[in-house]
């Protein structure tokens, strides 16, 4: 079911030691996947559209895919969630769509820049019934729109963080803490600011905190790409101890992407190689949903949320 009260289940989470996972869609079998993991281990979840998925497969037909889902397994309460909304009229439009979270992104701006942008965010979302999610310091990587090298990248202060959810009441608060955007995380070891986790849940008692950039690139996924005629050398994710730690300190919500294209395009990649006369397209994205379904639920155990619902 599609939930009316998020804001609720984000403090359940952040008040169980729990996060709810925050997973992209961009078709059917992605979407079928996500969810049967979730009904399969009881747990709640987010399903994330960003621009770029509304731009590729329309904002109505991914909503209609959540809504279909929602009726099949109601027992799975699900927040439907704007990614990276990056201005007011996104964020507008993931609303009159039927979202009811949306994130908007003004971590490029200076402070009240961001304070601006975000507060006018939350007037008018707050007066639909619905969450906002901002985001304070500036994550490495890149991300659709989100483009930040290493060098420019700024972890998020936690007094500057007391002081931004005041000005603009944002509900829940994406924070930099060393996690970066895509499947090249790292261009060396990537160190996941966990003390910090500590002090923003400390200063923030009441406001979940959002983890973004939280793909682990599990290496088997990257080793058949690669055996299979592909090339991610290099690619390189957060290890997934150093997630669940920050979940147990404060972290609510816990977004992931890269992991679920890396494992659909490596069970593509293996199928038609391995029979090379296929061109069914159910029978290579068959296989790769039911592998992205069992991807999932053993994330939904890295992040402690099985059995929640």
Known sequence: MIVTNP??????????????G??????????????????????????????????????????????????????????VHQDHGADFDICKSAIEAGFNSVMID???EEFD????ITKEV????????????????????????????EKDARLTDPEEAVEFIKQTGADTLACAIGTSH?????????????????KLTEVLPDTPLVMHGSSSVPQEYVEIVNKYGGDLSGARGVDESTISEA????????NIDTDLRLVMTAIIRQVLTEDPKQFDPRKYLGPARDEIQRMVEHKIDVLNSAGKI
């Open 7 to 20: 804001l609720d289940l984000m403090k359940a989470a952040q008040k169980g030691g729990y996060a709810i």
């Open 22 to 79: 925050a997973f992209n869609v961009n078709n059917m079998e992605i979407s079928q996947a996500i969810v049967a993991a979730h009904a399969a281990k009881q747990a709640p979840l987010i399903l994330q559209i960003s621009s770029g998925a509304r731009k590729y497969a329309n904002t109505k037909m991914l909503v209609d895919i959540i809504k279909s889902l929602a009726d099949q397994y109601p027992q799975v309460p699900i927040i």
């Open 106 to 108: 003004a971590s490029h």
């Open 113 to 116: 820049g961001n304070v601006r």
């Open 122 to 149: 939350v007037d008018y979302a707050h007066g639909k019934g619905v969450i906002v999610e901002a985001e304070l310091g500036k994550l490495g990587g890149i991300e659709e729109h989100v483009s930040v090298d």
């Open 182 to 198: 895509g499947a090249y995380k790292f261009s060396s070891d990537g160190k996941v600011d966990v003390d910090r986790v500590k």
């Open 247 to 254: 979940v147990k300190y404060g972290v609510s919500k816990v």
